[in-house]
Structures are given as structure tokens and as C-alpha cells.
């Protein structure tokens, strides 16, 4: 069985800020409410690899989402490079020779890197699957993917917590279940669509719930991280 997780490194900050310097000024002002932060597109374009191996040097974890997709030997090569950063994890899409790739990237290069597989994101609903020319409901789509995750030593699953359990009887105790589209209840739901409580997502079985604009946004991030926290462990 993996080792028990606390409530508060349950919490992943998203970062989706513009500069470094904002980034770091949230996450002072965060302070000890949080320990883990994702970089995501918006700051890893914007010097927030650099940031990434302070926040590592600092003591605190990190999560690179760069949700990689490109020809095998691209992902490779990149899983290997993006390794020495010391980051926790890393975002791949869920597609198997995709998956493949970064498993091998993962293992060439050794250390703790922990790769995880974008299922469908969470701002997708059945309809947009649909146009995306996709024939499979989304949880349908969802479960493939961790299926395919799993059979090839894939770390993680990223999916909603709204298919937490369902993606949890597929991939067993042992891999984690990242879900981003949390949103504590009455938080504005902006542009995702398959959003759940942390309460709930703890219930469902969820290892780790990535939050960024209801605590990047807040008048008082470190308040609303807090908050996130406390539910999440009266919730376990
Ligand atoms: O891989 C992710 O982190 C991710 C996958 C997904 O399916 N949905 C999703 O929202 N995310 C990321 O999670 C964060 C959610 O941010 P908020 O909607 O502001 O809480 C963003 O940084 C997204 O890029």
C-alpha cells in the first residue's frame, strides 16, 4: 500500500501566473498552507523551470504540468531532460505510445520523477469528446486511458474526481489519482466542467486535488488554501 498522505500535501497549488516574481509573492504569502505548487504552460514558458529547482531547493514539491504529446523519441528525450529539474511529477497525455515514451524517458534517466497521464481534461464534457471525434463517453474514455496508464507503468492518472473511483477500481491501490476542477462549494467554475468539492474528491479516493484560481484569485490565498485543507481532512 503507498504511504499515507498529510491533508495539507494533498493540496497542489496551481500556478498559472504570468512571472516568476507574482509567483513567488503567492507563495509567500501562502506560506506554510501549502507545500506542493504545479507549474503549468502560463510560467514553465515563462522562466518557471528556473523557479521549479528553487522551489525544490527550498523543500517544496513540485509538479510540472507540461502535459507532454509529441513523437516517442521527443517524449523520451524530454522526460530526460525535464528529470533533473527534481520535480514530483510530470504530465504526459494518456495515450499509450505517448505514455511508452515517457515511462522509458523515466527510466533512463532514474531518480524520483513520477510520471502522470492527462486522461480527458476536466474541461471537457461528452459533447466536446464528441466534436474532438471521440465516439466514447468520457468516463468511458477516462477508464480506457487509465487501463492503457496502468499496463504500462505509468505512475499517475490525472482525471476529474467526478471518475475517481471508477478510474481507482481500474489502476488498484498502488498509482496515484491527480484531479484538478476542484472547486470548493459556491467557487466560481470558470472554464471547467467536471468539477467536484475536495471534500468529495476526498471521499472518491482521490490522492492529490490541484486548485488554482479559487486560491491564486482570493483576497486571501493562504484563508482559502487553509480552508481547502481542513475539508480535505475532516473528509478522510
Ligand atoms: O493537468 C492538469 O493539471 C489539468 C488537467 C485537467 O484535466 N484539467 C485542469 O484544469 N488541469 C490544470 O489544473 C489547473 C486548474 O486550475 P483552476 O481551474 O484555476 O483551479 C490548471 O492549471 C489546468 O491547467
Not at 82 to 91: E, K, M, R, S
Not at 174 to 199: C, E, N
Request: proline residues 5%; hydrophobic residues 45%; neutral net charge.
Amino acid at each position: 500500500m503507498p504511504e499515507p498522505i498529510s491533508p495539507r500535501d494533498r493540496l497542489i497549488v496551481a500556478l498559472d501566473m504570468a512571472s516568476t516574481d507574482e509567483a513567488e509573492r503567492l507563495i509567500a504569502r501562502i506560506g506554510d498552507a501549502a507545500s506542493f505548487y504545479k507549474i503549468g504552460y502560463r510560467l514553465g514558458y515563462a522562466g518557471g523551470l528556473g523557479l521549479a529547482e528553487r522551489l525544490v531547493r527550498g523543500g517544496h514539491k513540485v509538479f510540472l504540468d507540461l502535459k507532454l504529446h509529441d513523437i516517442g523519441n521527443t517524449v523520451e528525450e524530454g522526460v530526460q531532460s525535464l528529470a533533473g529539474i527534481g520535480a514530483t511529477f510530470l504530465t504526459v497525455h494518456a495515450y499509450p505510445q505517448t505514455m511508452r515514451a515517457a515511462a522509458s524517458g523515466r527510466d533512463k534517466a532514474g531518480g524520483g520523477l513520477k510520471i502522470l497521464g492527462v486522461t480527458v481534461l476536466t474541461s471537457y464534457d461528452d459533447a466536446d469528446a464528441r466534436e474532438a471525434g471521440y465516439a466514447l463517453p468520457v468516463a468511458d474514455l477516462v477508464a480506457l486511458r487509465a487501463a492503457a496508464a496502468k499496463a504500462i507503468g505509468i505512475d499517475g492518472i490525472v482525471c476529474s474526481a467526478a471518475e475517481a473511483a471508477q478510474v481507482r477500481a481500474v489502476i488498484g491501490p498502488d498509482r496515484l489519482i491527480v484531479t484538478p476542477g476542484i472547486r470548493p462549494a459556491g467557487a466560481a467554475i470558470g472554464d471547467q466542467k467536471r468539477v467536484v468539492t475536495p471534500a468529495e474528491a476526498m471521499r472518491a479516493g482521490v490522492d492529490h486535488v490541484v486548485v488554482g484560481r479559487p486560491i491564486t484569485g482570493a483576497a486571501d490565498p493562504r484563508d482559502v488554501a487553509r480552508r481547502i485543507v481542513d475539508e480535505m481532512a475532516a473528509a478522510l
